[in-house]
């Protein structure tokens, strides 16, 4: 096989042949959580929609009683199998959920997805901006207090949407902002893509659907034994039709849905059912070790329990690694541990490192970013070295018409550095984790092009900005 004629076969090999610690998802962590079974047959196991297998968007068979035995295990009522991630999830929520022209109450740091599910379905976006931890450079949940108020200044508002958990692992307080919600008689959306597995351990937190969601969204492959672009969407009482969203869903679905995909599910729900609670139960005590043997090493830290008011749970399978006392951005920490130490987390920011650590992980491997990380602080401490500080998520920008006028207006590009006063006619910000700094309809601001060159600088990506620095504004 001539594999320097194809790019992406040859980028593939070559990651596999370096043995990197994948400390990333998906979060069967280069088929660890697979049986070997499923593995040897991946290219038998791509079928299409013969008999005996059944239709996703029309389940009467083998799909539907894994569908149905999904639904048991993460508590809904009715849980569909998705195959384009967790983004087709939230799309099918809020176009379920909102009827063209109306508004949704979101908080500022939302994903990408949700802006762009707005613009498709013609809803406005009513931000609440979440709280802000100066000191440790933090966005963290917004409170039932802003939900509240946000609520009563908008009562046509169809509801409320929440990013619970977020990248960090930090929880909103899902159950008391449901009580808020549905006694002013809305729909509770909740993107918890990062907490698939919370179902499956009473160590970790409850999944929203248990404190109170009406339909909220799970990222198979962020956490589970599952491949990458799978998740599931659950639903929870009448508020919101189930007919209506599988229509949806039949929309923003591919038509040709993979059952490689679609088994990977139903094993993920298999495996995490019958062997789930035994093994995060040992990731959880096995992340505790390496949380305190980190506390040795001065100058890095990893929260082991939430300090905000406003986060009444962290996910403590979420690995979140702070390198500003050892002078380190987490850009450049990451390329360190990558190049050096053989690890590969799975985002890294200003300050901040994330390691995603699943029950597919070996106890060698959780050990690894021990050893890593103490040789980091080692061979690679910059004294006075004081690593930016973001303003990520503290404002919320401009806003001069919807997401969906702008989007749909007509455009130009111009340098990002000459587009203070324009209008975004995309969506703007850094990935991971895909928070937008500006949407479209939003007015750029001098700090906002700062931020974003200072991140772009520092070694993070962004999106909506092409190579040569240029984005979309509108044109009017």
Known sequence: MKKEQMPLVQALFQYIEEGIVRHHMPGHKGGQGFCQEILTNLAQMDVTEIPGMDDLHNAKGAIDRAQRLAAKAFGSHHSWFLVNGSTSGIHAMILAACPPGSSLIVPRNCHKSVINAMIMGDVSPIYILPQYDMERGLATQITPAAVKQALESNPDARGVLLVSPNYYGMCADVEEIAHIVHKKDKVLLVDEAHGAHFPFNLKLPSSAGELGADLWVHSAHKTLPSFTQTAYLHLKGQRINKDRVSQILSIGQTSSPSYIFMASLDWARYFMCTQGQDLLSRLIDKLMEVRELLKIDPGINSPIRSIWPEVP???????????????????????????????????????????????????????????????????????????????????????????????????????????QGRISASTIGAYPPGIPRYCPGEQIAKEGIEELLLIQRGGGNLFGVQEDSYVDVVIE
């Open 313 to 419: 749970a962290l996910d403590p399978t979420r690995l979140v690694i702070d390198f500003k006392e050892l002078g380190l951005t987490g850009y450049q920490a990451e390329k360190i541990l990558r190049q050096e130490e053989g690890i590969q987390m799975e985002m890294s920011d200003h300050r901040y490192g994330i390691f995603i650590c699943t029950v597919a992980d070996t106890q060698s491997q959780l050990e690894k970013i021990v050893q890593a990380c103490q040789s980091l602080g080692k061979n690679h401490r910059k004294e006075g070295n004081d690593p930016f500080t973001l303003s990520v998520s503290r404002e919320i920008p401009k806003q001069m018409m919807s997401p969906r006028q702008a989007f749909y207006s007509k455009r130009g590009k111009i340098p990002l550095i000459e587009s």
